[in-house]
């Protein structure tokens, strides 16, 4: 009589998931107008939370949706422009406490330290390594939950 044998990790993150599924699923608005960055994110998320995916073209005309935590990649380009003021948008709809995650292609020190000050909660500039992408999402996630606990999400 052979026994089955469990995987108990995989049990594990298949009732993490739906528990996360029952209790409302946490959702992470991600801004970028390349598909790598969306397939990047949505790899290291592995469906423990929803993502939604808009462009800065969504941004622009208002057309994206309120959500827990918001990521914002910054290719290049938009670095050397310095369009950073689009954090101030999303906060200014979304609320001045929304968790946003800035993800920069090349970002100096000056061009961090700009999105920090416009309101960025974290950073991050392209790596190779998804485990740290995975701890800045989870830690964003968190602090959205701390912000609603004890009262201090707008609404």
Do not use: H
Not at 115 to 140: F, H, P, Q, R, W
């Amino acid at each position: 009589c052979a026994l089955p044998i469990y995987n108990f990790g995989e049990m594990a993150n298949d009732f993490f998931r739906m528990v996360l599924w029952w209790c409302g699923m946490t959702e992470v608005l991600l801004f970028s107008d390349d598909e790598k960055i969306f397939n990047l994110i949505n790899s290291v998320i592995d469906g423990r939370y929803k993502l939604i995916w808009c462009t800065y073209k969504s941004l622009e005309k208002k057309l994206y949706p309120y959500t827990d935590i918001v990521i914002m990649y910054f290719d290049k380009e938009m670095v050397k422009k310095g369009t950073f003021k689009t954090i101030v948008q999303v906060k200014g709809r979304l609320g001045q406490r929304i968790p946003i995650l800035t993800l920069m292609e090349e970002g100096t020190p000056q061009n961090i330290f700009s999105t920090l000050i416009a309101g960025a909660y974290d950073y991050l500039e392209i790596v190779k390594n998804s485990k740290e992408y995975k701890k800045k999402i989870e830690d964003a996630i968190r602090w959205n939950w701390y912000l609603g606990k004890y009262g201090l999400r707008e609404k």
